[in-house]
Nanobody, 124 residues
Framework: QVQLVESGGGLVQAGGSLRLSCAAS????????VGWFRQAPGKEREFVAA????????YYADSVKGRFTISRENAKNTMYLQMNSLEPEDAGVYFC?????????????????WGRGTQVTVSS
């Protein structure tokens, strides 16, 4: 049984930083991409960032490039999302997900496993 558990969300002022974590268990993630999506109230879930577990290749949505950094720590089977210069538009529930590396990384349907999400609130 694959489990993804997010943590690190919270309330931060605009311009501040947060680091989200996603602890993975249940299988090795070689040949997988792990990613972050977010969903704001009344909006569809959108892609934020992804990392190929084995190669370390990273992908970002244009809206977060230069501000967010995705990384993973193989020994801990944990993925991170460092979020800097946060804006009110970054608020929402952040989900981590895992899917096969050969699929399109920025589409929800490419991911087989999902966490329950962690709330990020950014005050202006």
């Amino acid at each position: 049984q694959v489990q993804l558990v997010e943590s690190g969300g919270g309330l931060v002022q605009a311009g501040g930083s947060l680091r989200l974590s996603c602890a993975a268990s249940g299988r090795p993630f070689n040949s997988y991409v792990v990613g972050w999506f977010r969903q704001a109230p009344g909006k569809e879930r959108e892609f934020v960032a992804a990392i190929a577990w084995t190669s370390g290749g990273t992908y970002y949505a244009d809206s977060v490039k230069g501000r967010f950094t995705i990384s993973r720590e193989n020994a801990k089977n944990t993925m991170y999302l460092q979020m800097n210069s946060l804006e009110p538009e970054d608020a929402g529930v952040y989900f981590c997900a895992a899917g096969p590396v050969y699929k399109i990384y920025n589409r929800e349907r490419s991911y087989d496993y999902w966490g329950r999400g962690t709330q990020v609130t950014v005050s202006s």
